[in-house]
């Protein structure tokens, strides 16, 4: 599935399905007790993909309730859907209904869907330390995806710690071509660390324009006020 970057846009204020003969749950209908039945190798059916796509689409558009409604439409039983539901319950507010999801997801499968899942909602609770053990976990098993290196990346700014910071949103912008919200989160750790050579090859090689910086520099003033001690 293709998911948002929870990144500096989540910290600067980032699937339910069980039996086929269950209700789907619905927005305040005791969805705080529903226990989710995870099948780790179960894939979503033709069909099924059909109806997570539309998810994606209102995903991207960020209309995340609407989307969290798609999904409690019909209750699926595969993993892809479990991964969409944690993430729109956390963007939508839910922290301890999304928490046990990834939680559950983690139990059964060991996944680092499941690890990135759970960092990100620990990061947006103010859990730095918790964030951090469970973002690394996810790098470990999905050390090619670019969200999970950029939104690692993200946690280990804030912990002032901007020589990591800068090798995991570098290796996002690279498996990302130099696109996305990482070109902002990397100009970021160059800024805080002072490496202006790191802020003129992304201004060379992946045509970082002043607009960016200085948006960058905004950003940059943001995270060194983010107090997380």
């Known amino acids: 599935m293709k998911w948002t970057q929870w990144g500096l846009a989540f910290g600067l204020m980032v699937a339910l399905g069980g039996c086929a003969h269950r209700q789907p749950a619905t927005l305040g209908d005791g969805i705080g007790n529903f226990e989710p039945e995870i099948k780790c190798a179960s894939q979503a059916a033709p069909e099924q993909k059909v109806e997570l796509e ?88 999905l050390p090619a995806s670019a969200a999970v290196r950029n939104d690692y990346g993200y946690a280990l700014l804030l912990a002032r710690d901007y020589t990591a910071a800068q090798r995991q949103l570098r290796t996002s912008l690279e498996l990302q071509n130099g696109t996305g919200k990482v070109r902002q989160n990397l100009a970021v750790a160059y800024l805080l660390d002072g490496n202006e050579q790191g802020i003129k090859d992304l201004q060379e090689q992946y045509h970082f324009t002043d607009d960016e910086l200085n948006h960058a520099r905004g950003l940059a003033f943001q995270i060194a006020e983010i107090d997380y001690e």
Do not use: P
């Open 54 to 141: 539309m998810v994606d689409t209102l995903m991207a558009r960020d209309r995340n309730y609407a989307a969290l409604a798609q999904l409690q439409k019909a209750v699926q039983n595969n993993v892809e859907y479990w991964q969409r539901y944690g993430q729109l319950l956390a963007l939508t507010g839910d922290l301890s209904t999304s928490k046990r999801v990834f939680n559950i997801m983690r139990e059964e499968c060991d996944s680092g869907e499941s690890y990135h899942g759970l960092g990100m909602v620990a990061l947006k609770q103010g859990n730095l330390d918790e964030s951090l053990a469970n973002l690394e976990k996810a790098v470990r098993k």
